[in-house]
Nanobody, 115 residues
């Protein structure tokens, strides 16, 4: 099994920044990529950013240039640096494996962008 524990969310004003962390534990040897997802109120969960074990990254268009995904293999931790936050970034953020390979979801971390 693989477990995920997300942290780092909070309330921030528009234009502000946050750094989310995702601690990964369990059977992680075979993991080839990690993904940050988010789910806004009343909306479906969506993929936000992907990082492969080799360090390649990809983002949805709405966060490109503002968010950066990174990983620390030694610490089994994945990060999401979020800058220039907008109200539409408000959501619960989760980490997990790639779509189709996801495991049990963690509790997520709430990000609220509001003045």
């Amino acid at each position: 099994q693989v477990q995920f524990v997300e942290s780092g969310g909070g309330l921030v004003q528009p234009g502000g920044f946050l750094r989310l962390s995702c601690a990964v534990s369990g059977s992680i040897v075979s993991i080839t990529s990690m993904v940050w997802y988010r789910q806004a109120p009343g909306k479906q969960r969506e993929l936000v950013a992907v990082i492969t074990r080799g360090g390649s990254t990809n983002y949805i268009d709405s966060v490109k240039g503002r968010f950066t995904i990174s990983g620390d293999n030694a610490k089994n931790t994945v990060y999401l640096q979020m800058n220039s936050l907008k109200p539409e970034d408000t959501a619960v953020y989760y980490c997990n494996l790639a779509p189709g390979l996801t495991r049990s979801w963690g509790q997520g971390t709430q990000v609220t962008v509001s003045s």
